[in-house]
């Protein structure tokens, strides 16, 4: 006997006419909002799959987000699908409100996302994560082994030296210095995360005070 009032059912069930004669199979099911058959070439098809579940503003700071080399308007709507004249609307408009960094050339305006602003987003984001206090504690061991198997303190102590460095040997020097950003990052955003409960703790305590209580009813 089935619970209708289980959360995990439907809230509502079809009607006999609704119900297919023939039984549903998993060839019926389309995960997708546009015809493949339309497409001989899959990044044809991924593109407009792409463009019928996005708008050109998502699809514009999408394409910037990831743009760390600066790009003219026209090689971002190239990417976003979008004309040139809607791409640079949309970018000047980030650039105003310090999203995105422009400069002239002689061959025109370049765009590129603003490195300050794509750092603290990444902090913010990672200051949300449940496993903060983990991930730091694995990118410190990560670097203590490290600082063991070269026996330094410093990645550019290795990089420097005299010694002829292996290709496995520079590939870690290159891991070594990513492990350290990462943990620049993550304690920032430790960090950034202390700061705000803190703010959080006063306001909640400054909001208990008598002089700050509503007024009863």
């Known amino acids: 006997m089935t619970d209708d009032s289980s959360p995990d059912g439907p809230d509502e069930f079809p009607s006999e006419e609704e119900i297919p004669d023939e039984p549903v199979t998993v060839d019926d099911i389309d995960p997708f909002s546009v015809d493949d058959d339309d497409f001989a070439d899959i990044d044809d098809f991924a593109a407009a799959e792409w463009k019928k579940q996005s708008t050109a ?8 987000n990831r743009t760390t080399t600066p ?15 809607k791409a640079r609307t949309t970018l000047n408009k980030l650039a105003e409100d310090g999203l995105v960094r422009s400069h002239q050339t002689d061959a025109g305006k370049l765009y590129g996302r603003d490195p300050e602003w794509h750092l603290l987003k ?15 504690q694995r990118v410190k061991q990560e670097l203590a082994a490290y600082k063991a198997k070269y026996d ?6 290795l990089l420097i030296s005299d010694t002829e ?6 590939d870690d020097i290159s891991h070594w210095r990513t492990a350290e950003r990462e943990l620049s990052h993550l304690r920032a955003a430790y960090r950034f995360k202390e700061a705000k409960e803190q703010v959080s703790t006063v306001t909640e305590r400054g909001d208990r005070q008598p002089g700050n209580q509503p007024p009863l009813q």
């Open 57 to 64: 503003d998502e699809r514009i700071r999408t394409v910037i």
């Open 71 to 85: 790009k003219s308007a026209g090689d971002i709507a190239d990417t976003a699908l979008v004309s040139e004249t």
């Open 122 to 136: 990444q902090i913010k984001q990672l200051a949300g994560s449940n496993t903060l206090v983990d991930q730091i």
């Open 152 to 157: 330094g303190s410093d990645p550019e102590e």
């Open 165 to 170: 460095l292996t290709q496995n040997e520079l």
